[in-house]
């Protein structure tokens, strides 16, 4: 199994209580953290506003600014956003973007991409909030573009969402073939089908019924438009919740309440600790590499993993590496 690993942005109030002038030295730290292994990868949210409510005093730091800047100051971990949304940027700037990083990096960047759901953020920003099937097919003419501008270094579409004529696109990535798509997000009847069509990666549900039910959905489409369902890894995001005793356990799932206590309204405030509470990847390490090795039978062999509390006490982090990541790779 390969592992990455979320690096706190603010994004879930993840860097609440820690001066701003801090955040990148706390950022960074853990991206270097990550980089001596045995992380295949670091990941950031595409998103500008936190969940699970909108907070206009808490920071949420932009993606691909930060892509930019592990990109330099790493040097062998890969850098991934889950998931960039598609309407957010104009996708040949987007493959631009991603390419020039791809460089600065050494040829070390994955684009994780979407179609968007957080309406209040998408209005915040001007960008209305298209129907979901809209927002589909920006997914699915985005791809395309981005793929021409990574392979032949030029992108000429005429769609219903994006037109460019003759875009070009150089340098090229470094890697061959461009740069790898992960196509997130369990949609059952445009998503999946864009992903078996464009993806090397997907990502979609981390439970084992629910990803048991996609990962058989990704299945009938990659054999309706005749790609190697075998090629495509199928990756998932875990809260991991992990202490060496079960009373450990249970105060870190204190923590995660006490946390978000002063930040949530008391109806939001319980489904957020419950959706914590009842992750698949809270436990102690055994139980957790017990849960992972039923997953990894499944076909899920990509866990991308959050600490809701790495900013602040990297001792979770650290049993996770010691203890869970060895028994999988």
């Known amino acids: 199994m390969r592992f990455g690993l979320f690096v706190p942005q603010g994004w879930r109030h993840d860097l609440v209580g820690i001066d701003p002038a801090d955040h990148w030295d706390t950022m960074l730290g853990l991206a270097r953290f990550a980089d001596e292994g045995p992380y295949e990868s670091i990941w950031v949210f595409d998103h500008f506003h936190t969940v699970p409510v909108p907070s206009d005093v808490e920071a949420t730091h932009e993606a691909w600014s930060l892509m930019a800047a592990y990109g330099a100051a790493t040097s062998r971990v890969r850098l991934g956003q889950m998931c960039t949304c598609m309407g957010y940027r104009n996708p040949a700037y987007l493959a631009k973007v991603a390419a020039t990083i791809d460089v600065i990096s050494g040829g070390r960047v994955e684009m994780g991409i979407g179609a968007g759901w957080y309406e209040h953020e998408w209005l915040a920003y001007g960008y209305g909030f298209p129907g979901a099937g809209d927002r589909l097919a920006m997914l699915d003419e985005g ?10 270094g030029k992108a000429t579409l005429n769609g219903k969402h994006y037109q460019v004529d003759g875009a070009i696109s150089r340098p090229l990535p470094l890697q061959d073939g461009g740069i790898p798509l992960w196509i997130a997000g369990g949609g059952e009847k445009k998503t999946l089908r864009t992903a078996a069509k464009y993806a090397q990666y997907t990502n979609f549900a981390g439970d084992v019924e629910g990803f048991k039910h996609k990962s058989s959905v990704l299945e009938a489409h990659c054999k309706d438009v005749g790609t190697d369902y075998g090629k495509i890894v199928r990756s998932a995001n875990y809260n991991v919740v992990i202490g060496e005793t079960e ?8 923590w995660v309440r006490s946390h978000y206590e002063p930040h949530l309204p008391a109806d939001v405030l319980e489904s957020t600790v419950a959706g914590y509470h009842n992750g698949p990847l809270v436990g102690t390490p055994e139980q957790i ?40 790779i």
């Open 143 to 152: 791809v395309q573009i981005m793929r021409q501008l990574w392979t032949e």
């Open 247 to 254: 009373k450990d356990v249970q105060d870190r799932l204190a």
């Open 289 to 328: 590499v017990e849960r992972l090795k039923e997953l990894e039978g499944l076909g899920m062999t990509y866990a991308i993993a959050n600490f809701l509390e790495a900013a602040y006490d990297r001792s979770g982090v650290e049993l996770f590496t010691s203890k869970v990541v060895p028994e999988l």
